[in-house]
């Protein structure tokens, strides 16, 4: 069964939203407009309103009055909701590489400080390898550091 399916010109006659309108809600609100619920793509890439997406048209209308002014406010408001979708994705996107860089970083830090330390350095890691045997934990180390303790964690040069 073929169900009705409406250009935005046409959802917007059916429901005295303005089109710029029903485009920047589509736009603005992707979480609330389903793609293959409410709007889907024909062949040509053109988006249509499906009878569930007119009826939603419909019940958010009533709940926000849609109007020309709308429109013109929710052009102006664009801007930064574009600007905050462009920086969540981003954040993600880096989120994810920082953890996925993580591990090998930090082990190339680790190898730094045991193969060339700073002096800075070189006092951390005696203070944990003091702390480690202290502690009953040397056995945690890694294996570089068992010439520290058998020298007492007291490596100078």
């Not at 997406?53 to 958010?60: D, N, V, Y």
């Not at 954040?91 to 190339?108: H, K, V």
């Not at 002096?119 to 068992?146: D, F």
Request: aromatic fraction near 6%; avoid cysteine.
């Amino acid at each position: 069964m073929q169900q009705n399916l409406y250009t935005t010109p046409e959802a917007a006659r059916e429901t005295g939203i303005p089109e710029s309108t029903i485009r920047s809600w589509l736009r603005r609100y992707p979480e609330v407009f389903q793609f293959e619920v409410h709007v889907v793509s024909d062949e040509h890439g053109q988006k249509l309103w499906t009878q569930a997406g007119i009826e939603l048209l419909h019940s958010r209308r009533a709940s926000k009055n849609a109007t020309e002014d709308d429109a013109e406010f929710d052009a102006e408001s664009d801007a930064p909701d574009l600007l905050e979708s462009l920086l969540e994705e981003d954040a993600q996107r880096l989120a994810n590489e920082y953890w996925r860089l993580l591990p090998g970083r930090t082990l190339q830090r680790i190898k730094q400080m045991r193969n060339n330390p700073t002096p800075e350095q070189r006092q951390i890691v005696q203070t944990s390898v003091r702390a480690a045997i202290n502690a009953g934990t040397e056995h945690l180390l890694l294996p570089t550091y068992q010439p520290m303790m058998l020298k007492g964690g007291d490596e100078t040069d």
